[in-house]
C-alpha cells in the first residue's frame, strides 16, 4: 500500500469516527431536548385540565364526561383520574401510535418523559389527582428529521473534508512523483533536474535530489572530457597534434566512400630534405618547425567543417578538403604560409604541396597515391601541383536516369535486405544489420550462379547519394523497415536497420514507422533501428520524437558510427538510445596500441556509465576483436566475427 492511501486511510479513520460522533451526540441532545419539551406538554396539560375538571364541583359524571371529551381529541396516550387513596376514577388510555420512523431508531432512542400530575378538587375538598401522559410518537418524528438534518450537513462536511483533503494529498504527492520520476531517468542514464516544491520538507528532498543530479552529471561530463583526451593521444602525433597515418587514412576512406558526400580534395605537404634541416637546427627546434607546419595545416581544418589534417610519416603531412574545385588555391596559399615561416627561413627548410582534386568514390590507396604522383612533380617544379581525379558518372545513363531507376525499383519492390550477424562475447547473435539494396532495370534472366543473383542488386553506395538528392530517403526506409518486419516474422530472428536524418525530418515519417510497428507489435520487439550520430539541436529533437514514438512499441534503439565525439554522448543518452555502436577507426590497432585500447576502455566504461550497450563496428582483425571482448564490449559486428 502506497503512502499516499496510508494517509488517505487514516485521515478516513479519524474522520468518519468524529463525523459520526458528532452525529449521535447531536440526535442525543435533540432527544433529551424534546422529552424536556415532552414532559412540560405532560405537566401543562394535566395542570389546564385538572382547572377544568376542579370546576365540575365534584360531579363524578360530569367529570368523567369532560375528562373523556379531552381524551377523544386524541393527543394522549394515558388520561387518569385516581382518588386519594390511588384508587382509579377513571382511566383511559391508548397505545402508543408508531411514528414513521425506522423501528431500530425508536428502540435506539426511547423516549421515557415523567406523566403530568394535577390535583382535582371540589373548593377545599380534594377529589383526587389527575395523570395526563402525551403520545411520544411526535418525538420520534421530530427527532428522526433532526438526526437525516444533521447527517446531511455532516455528509457535506464530510465530502468537503475529504475534497480538501485530496486536493492537498495530489499537491504533496507532486514533488514525489516528480523525484520518483527524476531517480528513473538517473537509472536510465538521463539528468533531469526537478522544481523545487513549496513544502518545506519536500523542498529539501527535492534540492538534495538535484544537487547529485548535477554533481552526476557533473562527473559524467569530466569522464566524456577525459575519454576525449584518450581519444585525442590514442588519435594524434605527439609531435604535432595531427592526426595519426591510420586514423588519417582511416577518414580519407570513409569521406570517399560516402555516397551523400560531394567532391573532396588530397593534398599532400612534405618538409624537403628533413634530414639536412634536423642537423642544421637540432631535435627540439626541428620539433617546433613540424609543430608550427601542423598549426598551418590545422587551421583549415579547424576553419573547414570536415576538413581533417594528419601527418603521414616524419616529412609529409595529409591535408582532406570537404569539397571539389577549391584545391588548387589552397595548395598555393598552404605553399606560401609555410615557406614563410620564420622557423622555416630560419633552417633553410622548402616544403613541396602536391594533390588531387575531385576525388569521389575512389579507394583511399588510389587517391593517395594520385596525389602523391603530384607531389613528386612538385618537388621537381617547386610550385605547388594539383591534379584532377577521373570523375566518372554512375551509369552512361546519366543521374537523372538513375533517379528514375532508383523511384521505380522501390515502387516495383526489387530491393532485398543484405545480412551481417552482430554477436556477443560468448558468440550469440544480438541482431543482424540489414542494408537495403536495389535491383535497377528488369530482373535478368540465366544466371549463372547464386553469386550472379546477387550481384544484380546493388549496394548503397551506388545509389544512396542519388536517393538522398531526389529526396527519396523516406521510401528508401519504409522499403527496408518493411523488409526486415516480413522477415522477423517469419523466423523470428531480431534484425536491425537503419533510418537516415533525411527520413527523420520528413513531416509524417515517425507516425507512419510508428503505424507499421503496431501492425507487427511481434516483430517490433525484435527489431532494432540505428541511426548515424548527430549533435544538431534540431536532429537532436527529431531523435527524440522518434525514439519517445518508438520505444513505446517495443523497439530497441541505437546510434552508429559513434566514437568522434565522447562529450555527445550525454545528449544521445537523453534521446533514451539503448546502444553505441564504435565506429571501426576509433578501435583500429586496438590489441596493438596502448593509447588506443586506452581510449577504448575509457570509452566503453562512460558508456556502461549512461546504462548503453557498447557495441563495435567493422571490426576486420581477429585480434582487435579479442582485445575489444577483454575490454568489455557488449557486441561487435565486421568481417573478424565470422570466425568466432
Known sequence: MTMTSRIALLIAAVLLPALLGSLWLQTLAARDALQSELATRNQDAATSLALALSQQRGDMAALQTVAAAQFDLGHYRRLALQGPQGEDLFNRELAARQPAVPGWFVNALPIAAPAGRAAVSDGWRELGTLVVESQPGWVHTALWGAALRTAGFLAVLAVLALGATAWLLRGWRRPLQATVLQARAIEQGRFDTAVEPSQPELRELTRSMNAMVRRLKEVFSAQADQVALLQRQAQTDAVTGLLQRRHFVSRLADRLADPAAPGSALLLVRVMRLDVVNERLGFEATDRLLAASAEVLLAYAHRVPGAAAGRLNGSDFGLLLPAAGVAQETAVSLAGALNASPLARAGSARY???????????????????????????????????????????????????????????????TRLAEFPVIDASGQLIHLECPLRVQFGPPPTGFGSLEDAEAAYRPARDWLALAQRSRLMPRVDLAALDLVLDAITRDGVPRGVHVSQASLDEPGFIEIVAQRLAQSPAAARSLSIEWVESTQPAALHALREAATTWRALGVRLGVEHAGASPQALTQWHATRIDYVKIDARHLQGVASDDAVRGYAASLVALVHGLGLKALAEGITEEDDLAALWALGFDGATGTAVAGF
Open 352 to 414: 613541396a604541396v602536391g594533390g588531387v582534386d575531385g576525388l569521389r568514390g575512389q579507394a583511399s590507396g588510389a587517391a593517395l597515391a594520385a596525389a602523391d604522383a603530384a607531389l613528386a612533380e612538385a618537388e621537381v617544379t617547386d610550385a605547388p601541383v594539383v591534379e584532377q581525379a577521373d570523375r566518372r558518372a554512375l551509369d552512361s545513363a546519366g543521374a537523372r536516369a538513375w533517379r528514375s531507376q532508383i523511384a521505380e525499383a522501390l515502387e516495383q519492390g526489387r
